[in-house]
């Protein structure tokens, strides 16, 4: 068996990527070869498992098989007789698939676990869409490919506050996701402009909270029922997707302190009612309560918290006795002090409920539980605090707004979205990102978990837009997050997009063309 993997590995590493054909799959695979003939899955091709453990990944691929092409073929739980679609689990070490297509022996999907075949099944998955249509046949281009992630975090995060868009379009989105496999789905749920998860022991939070968002302030109440959470955390998990909430705090609270005012701390001139307040214990109770609520409804024990740019609505804090007196007591000497004291009570309270926590890049120095935080560097002007992480040996997602907050446009004559300094990111700009742009000592590197792009929603009105602004920048996050940095060219990237664009067209996404300047 050893011997097998051995040489197997062996057999892989002197494939040759360079210079020949590559699949049409994105993320490009670590190594490829053949695709030159073809192999016709017809309507007597069998999905075949022995392993039970694989049975949804089976059940995945002939339920797609159906949706996408009109392709109805069986599963068998027993080994091929003939030539098949089978799907194997093997112990290896390695993370990520094989997919290996024979003209004879037909399409074998190897992997050590359950998300390795369904990595392999997307990329089938990927060269089934591209194949000719035909009543009878499906022919797919004969590739022996081994792959693996660079990465461990390749993410996408939804603002469903400042806008939201509901279960079908959140449902679409993990489609796409998977599509490219990416595998963390941040979603930001809680902001001034609205609350968007009903929480039991405070329902106002939703019914009240949950009243308006960046276009109109007295919209009726939109958010998700906590059977609707549940439905998707169940569609993300069949897609090998982990959805990691986020519940705001201190600021960006305004919709929360609307449904519950007891708990307010203030805020500022231009953000009112922006906070919670740090210095009643009840807000910590309160907020604990919301938070045993969100655990038990995402499973995979991650909820960031936030922690950013408090200082919009912590003016108030400065002239509250009950803060004056918190900071004597705690010896807190300053506004961020107090700050960083709220977010290490809650992290704590996340803490002893087995949850890791996530945090943004101001929390650089709280002092979050060590080996139980994740932070999420997103000011791309402060790089210092990149290095703040880093030094204190935080594992760290890299989200910068240049390249990576998908609000921005991405081309230059958008009337609406932002830009920074002129700056915006256009595909190539996200594409042409890596982790050698950023200048981290080598001893560092493993600190870094992943990528991750923000599409946060204040300019995003409806779901045209958020097509517009996600798409076809999901498809180059893939490749930053998947392919190895030496693989990656854009030129090799951009025919593949091109034959992904149609594929978009037919599923009705209103995507941004970047090779036709009138989009
Ligand atoms: C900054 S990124 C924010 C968001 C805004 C975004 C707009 C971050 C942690 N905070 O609240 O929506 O800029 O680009």
Redesign the pocket.
Known sequence: MKIYILLFAAYFSSLVCFGQSSPAIIPLPSAYEGGASFFPITSNTKIHYTNDLLKEEAYFLQKELLGRKSFPISIQSSEATAPGISLILRKTTQEGYRLYIDQSTGVTITAATETGIFQGIISLLQLIDQAEPSQHQLAIPTWKIQDTPAYAWRGFML?ES?HFFGVEKVKSLLDWMAFYKLNKFHWHLT?AQGWRIAIKKYPRLALIGGIGNNSDPLAPAQYYSQAQIQEIVRYAAERKIDIIPEI?MPG?ATAANKAYPEFSGGGSVKYPEFTFHPAKEGTYQYLTDILREVDALFPAQMIHL?G??VSFGNQQWKNDPQVKQLMASQQLKDLKAVEDYFMKRMADSLFSLDNTILA?D?MAEAGLPTGQSIL?W??HDQPQQLQKLLDNDIPTVICP?IPL?F??VQQENDRYG?KWGGKFNPVQRVYDFSLSKLNIPDSKKPLVLGFQA?L???TVTDEDRLDYLTFPRLAALAEITWTSEEQKDFEGFSARLKKHLPLYQKAGIYYHDPFDPDT
Do not use: A, K, S
Request: net charge negative.
């Open positions: 603002d400042r902001d705001d960006h936030g950013d740019e943004w101001e999420l997103w000011r707004r907050y609000d921005f932002r923000n946060w929603t204040e």
